[in-house]
């Protein structure tokens, strides 16, 4: 059974009292849902929201994180100060990470390792841009990101790992992909985890949808059958409507 998670990105936005304040208002209303609730925060917001989020379900994710546990690495943070600081999840590899921080395939599977070493859930971004799409590249694009991303993870560690699709194209810009091509490419991720890891474990890995995700188009999204949860940039930064999205 894969319990669908919903992951609120707030990317770069809010200052600590902003987010205190945030998880004061949605706390009770969020505590009847059967989703999994996580809070994806800058990196200064972790520890207020982890002190603010204490008794509630809302679990606590980073949105970024170096490979090494240590090092002289100015201004990056490592997996092991995320973990004591009460961190479940990280997102690895989004596209506005590959697009304007370097990121790429092989530091993408190098931090999915080192979050798994300190049992961090890893929740992996990939997506194709608008062009890529329009010219019938989106399977190959996305498998070889899955590929990649997966290299050297073991069969047993693949449950804790959640892949976000996230099409370029519907990010920020008010397009959402139709649930439909959305739960195909979801499908065809899953069967790309079939081919690596056979008929037990890709049953488990959950597999969201990212990209223009609102309370009006949520519940469409969800109800589709490959689709495991949302991962939500815009409309998770105003407490009604994330209230919206996981009581969808
Ligand atoms: O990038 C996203 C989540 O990671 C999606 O952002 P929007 O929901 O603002 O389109």
Known sequence: ???????????????ASE??????????QVKGTDVEVVLCTPYTLLYPVKEAIKGTNIKLSAQNMHWEDQ??????????MLKELGVEYCIIGHSERR?????????VNKKVHAALKHNIKPIICVGETLEQRESGQTNTLVKNQVVKAFEGVPGDRVAEIVIAYEPI??????KTATSEQANEAIYNIREVIRELYGEEVYTEI??????????????????????????????SLKPDDYVALVNF
Do not use: C
Not at 19 to 28: P, T, W
Not at 71 to 80: D, H, Q
Not at 169 to 174: E, H, S, V
Not at 210 to 224: A, F
């Open 1 to 15: 059974m894969r319990i669908p998670i919903i992951a609120g990105n707030w990317k770069m936005h809010k200052t």
């Open 19 to 28: 987010a205190v304040q945030f998880v004061e208002r949605i706390k009770e």
């Open 71 to 80: 090092g002289a690495y100015t201004g990056e943070v490592s997996p092991l």
């Open 99 to 107: 697009l304007y921080f370097n990121e790429t395939d092989e530091t």
């Open 169 to 174: 194209w519907a990010i920020g810009t008010g």
């Open 206 to 235: 959950r597999i969201q949808y990212g990209g223009s995700v609102k309370p009006d188009n949520i519940e469409e999204i969800m109800n589709q059958e490959d689709i495991d949860g949302a991962l939500v940039g815009g409309a």
